[in-house]
């Protein structure tokens, strides 16, 4: 069985501050991780993916994440918080040989100017 | 490229009513994936088709849900007879060999 734990419903951070959303997550086999951005009445947008190599992953909008295998955890981390950044953040993974991908609750982030 | 389609973007109709969704994934996918979405129980995977075959439809709720995937660029998700608690929007995501998966805009099912 695979899960994933966002633990903070809802992050509030002011422009310009350093925004992290967390994940922790759990996976019999090696993890996929991914982000997700959702805007109001949105689909899905893909953010960023770890699957090997280098824990630090950078991605869209100027968000990175971090791996972090002894942890199990996958932070989402942006330096400089953006108004424009205000939205519902999900993490998700997969076990590197299946398909079926496990969401998070989901997280919203509200940047105040 | 104009990335996952999905009509319509708003649904409302009467308990008892036949529902489609219709989705066109994003050109060249070989993966599709309909997932619906409430605030309740967050985002829930109905079904996955891979190279327009059905593989896992374990997530379908009752057999008042249905889908088909014709062909590699479009696949409908039918619900038969529909009822209030089928209220939710759904998504249809298509990913290139189990990749990242690319979402649509949605739609949002009303049902009174």
Redesign the interface.
Known sequence: AQSVAQPEDQVNVAEGNPLTVKCTYSVSGNPYL?W?VQYP??????LL?YITGDNLVKGSYGFEAEFNKSQTSFHLKKPSALVSDSALY?CAVRVSN????S?G??TTVTVRA | DAG?IQSPRHEVTEMGQEVTLRCKPISGHN?LFWYRQTMMR??E?LI?F?NNVP??DSGMPEDRFSAKMPNASFSTLKIQPSEPRDSAVY?C?SSLN?N???????T?LTVL
Do not use: C, H, T
């Open positions: 991914f997700y009445n949105r689909g899905l947008q893909f993916k999900f299946d398909y079926k991908l969401f609750a989901g | 996952v993966s967050g985002l995977l996955y891979n593989i896992d998504f995501a189990n990242e998966q690319f979402f649509g805009p949605g949002r």
